[in-house]
């Protein structure tokens, strides 16, 4: 093998990596940016259904209703059963003080 051959591995071989180091941190920042926004839509699906209780009355019935018609509306999609529609609306009423909390502690430090 020649001199400038070697030469040439190396620097393919310094551009594999460099490649392959862009496709890990990607996926990373990938499943990261995912993994935020499905935390957003459990939250803001919870806060939802405790609003909606709450403003109209609405029952454990409107769970119930609200999954079967979520999991016909996206078909080969789980997430939706009933089980994880009430731990969505747990999460919220779990964390929603914490997170307003934490909102006003923002402002204030945005005035001082």
């Not at 990373?28 to 926004?37: C, I």
């Not at 999954?67 to 089980?83: A, C, I």
């Not at 969505?88 to 005035?111: G, H, N, P, T, W």
Request: overall charge positive; aromatic content about 12%.
């Amino acid at each position: 093998m020649t001199i400038q051959r070697v030469v040439h591995e190396q620097e393919y071989q310094a551009f594999l990596d460099a490649v392959k180091t862009e496709i890990r941190k990607t996926r990373l920042y990938l499943a990261r940016t995912a993994n935020h926004e499905m935390i957003q839509l459990y939250w803001l699906l919870g806060k939802a259904i405790v609003e909606k209780q709450e403003q109209l009355g609405w029952g454990k019935a409107v769970v119930e209703k609200l999954s079967t018609d979520l999991r016909k509306s996206f078909e080969g999609r789980s997430g939706f059963s009933v089980q994880n529609l009430w731990y969505m609306r747990q999460f919220y009423l779990e964390y929603y003080k914490d997170v307003v909390s934490a909102l006003m502690i923002k402002d204030r430090k945005l005035l001082i």
